[in-house]
């Protein structure tokens, strides 16, 4: 399955799809990594490992979401791709994003969703005071962070745990989960790409 990346920044997720798709037997191929910033380092990575990686700076669109995500939308499409996996894109998606990839956009949240949603996922786990913490790879909807779960990974917050150690042991368990969770769903989509909205809009 020609599987897409949208990066904002490291990538270290991005790597980890990358490793565990080099194995001959992964339902999943790493074709393209995408960056709404220019200076993600995620971009370089990606190239060094061999796979086309492009910015498409949101900042060049200002405040129009919509012709923004209709590049990302004709990138993704001019390149065949069927599978897209957020990974630490920080980007907010319209309805016509998500609505375009329904069933086949993934993202990796840093929580165990429901709990915790949104920003600094951490820190508000150590301000709650949960001992469980963790990650949670689901398909995008329209609700920010709300999608069906695919997979979560589970760690103890242990005492005297500061942000960073909290985000480190729930990173190696994002490297883990992800890959599985992309695996689980290229196996399982069925045959045809989707159509592009433009096409259904159309009848026959
Ligand atoms: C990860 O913690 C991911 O869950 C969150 O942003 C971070 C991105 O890290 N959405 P990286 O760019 O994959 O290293």
Redesign the pocket.
């Given at each position: 399955r020609r599987t897409a990346i949208l990066?904002s920044?490291?990538?270290?997720?991005?790597e980890a799809l990358v490793a565990a798709a080099r194995d001959p037997g992964f339902p999943a191929e790493i074709c393209l990594v995408l960056s709404n910033r220019p200076e993600a380092g995620?971009l370089d990575t990606a190239r060094a490992a061999g796979i086309r990686a492009e910015a498409i700076d949101h900042r060049a669109y200002g405040r129009d979401r919509a012709t923004h995500e209709a590049a990302i939308d004709a990138a993704l499409r001019s390149a065949d791709i069927e599978i897209v996996c957020l990974?630490?894109y920080m980007r907010l998606l319209t309805p016509f994003l998500v609505g375009a990839w329904q069933g086949r956009m993934l993202n990796?949240?840093?929580s165990l969703l429901p709990c915790f949603p949104g920003l600094h996922t951490h820190a508000r786990a150590l301000e709650a005071g949960v001992k469980l913490h963790g990650?949670t790879v689901h398909l995008v909807t329209s609700e920010m962070d709300a999608g069906p779960i695919l997979a979560q990974a589970a760690v103890p917050v242990l005492a005297g745990d500061t942000e960073d150690d909290l985000a480190e042991r729930v990173?190696r368990q994002?490297h883990l989960v992800y890959p599985a969770a992309l695996a689980a769903v290229a196996a399982g989509l069925p045959a045809a790409a989707p159509e592009p909205a433009a096409a259904l809009a159309n009848p026959l």
């Amino acid at each position: 399955r020609r599987t897409a990346i949208l990066i904002s920044g490291r990538g270290s997720n991005m790597e980890a799809l990358v490793a565990a798709a080099r194995d001959p037997g992964f339902p999943a191929e790493i074709c393209l990594v995408l960056s709404n910033r220019p200076e993600a380092g995620g971009l370089d990575t990606a190239r060094a490992a061999g796979i086309r990686a492009e910015a498409i700076d949101h900042r060049a669109y200002g405040r129009d979401r919509a012709t923004h995500e209709a590049a990302i939308d004709a990138a993704l499409r001019s390149a065949d791709i069927e599978i897209v996996c957020l990974a630490g894109y920080m980007r907010l998606l319209t309805p016509f994003l998500v609505g375009a990839w329904q069933g086949r956009m993934l993202n990796i949240h840093p929580s165990l969703l429901p709990c915790f949603p949104g920003l600094h996922t951490h820190a508000r786990a150590l301000e709650a005071g949960v001992k469980l913490h963790g990650c949670t790879v689901h398909l995008v909807t329209s609700e920010m962070d709300a999608g069906p779960i695919l997979a979560q990974a589970a760690v103890p917050v242990l005492a005297g745990d500061t942000e960073d150690d909290l985000a480190e042991r729930v990173l190696r368990q994002e490297h883990l989960v992800y890959p599985a969770a992309l695996a689980a769903v290229a196996a399982g989509l069925p045959a045809a790409a989707p159509e592009p909205a433009a096409a259904l809009a159309n009848p026959l």
